[in-house]
């Protein structure tokens, strides 16, 4: 099955410094890949996702790149704000009804 | 309006007893999920539901039993609660399987004594 794994665990930043953060994925069939943010409490949210025929895709103050030959993938968050502080996952799924499989998750921490 | 909604937020009990947790969305949706968040927020998936029907199972005691009386409803009944099970437990809705935006619920915390 799909194994995703998530770097790193814990981020400090500055505000108005940028994030990153890296999963890599083992499935080569794996075709869709989002990431989430969950606040403190609540449930996870989904802030932007890629699929396998796009290597990049920006929102705003958010990026994720998509590398399928290395099979990684990355989440880049620039000029930073205390609101960007939360857990990031990211994860991937081969897409159709099959399951969508979770990083560990990453908690960063945006300092004023 | 909630988009997913849970009961109970929290729920306390003692090991050995059955316990309930409800799920509606009301977003039109037409799978439903149920996911385990452990106290490392490891977040694992347990069953997946479409249209009523049990599409994902992913090696959960059997003591876990989800049951989904219409598309826009899944519960989770747990029989012989272990400490083991205490984690926050999220429901999720999409429009169409594993490549479609999830939307969760605000959890429900359980805790075994």
């Known amino acids: 099955g799909e194994n995703v794994e998530q770097h790193p665990s814990t981020l400090s930043v500055q505000e108005g410094d940028s994030a990153v953060i890296k999963c890599t994925y083992s499935?080569?069939?794996?075709?869709?890949f989002p990431w989430y943010k969950q606040e403190l409490g609540k449930g996870p949210q989904l802030i932007i996702d890629i699929r396998s025929n796009v290597g990049e895709k920006k929102d705003q103050r958010i990026a994720v790149t998509l590398n399928k030959t290395a099979k990684h993938f990355s989440l880049h968050i620039t000029e930073t704000q205390p609101e960007d502080s939360a857990v990031y996952f990211c994860?991937?799924?081969?897409?159709?009804?099959?399951?969508?499989?979770f990083g560990t998750g990453t908690k960063l921490q945006v300092i004023p | 309006d909630t988009a997913v909604s849970q009961t109970p937020k929290y729920l306390v009990t003692q090991m050995g007893n059955d316990k309930s947790i409800k799920c509606e969305q009301n977003l039109g949706h037409d799978t439903m999920y149920w996911y385990k968040q452990d106290s490392k927020k490891f977040l694992k998936i347990m069953f997946s539901y479409n249209n009523k029907e049990l599409i994902i199972n992913e090696t959960v005691p059997n003591r876990f039993s989800p049951k989904s009386p219409d598309k826009a409803h899944l519960n989770l009944h747990i029989n012989s609660l272990e400490l083991g099970d205490s984690a926050v437990y999220f429901c999720?809705?999409?429009?169409?399987?594993?490549?479609?935006?999830?939307?969760f619920g605000p959890g429900t915390r359980l805790t075994v004594t």
């Open positions: 994860a991937a799924s081969r897409g159709g009804y099959q399951k969508v499989t």
């Open positions: 499935d080569s069939a794996s075709n869709y």
């Open positions: 999720a809705s999409s429009s169409a399987g594993g490549e479609n935006e999830q939307y």
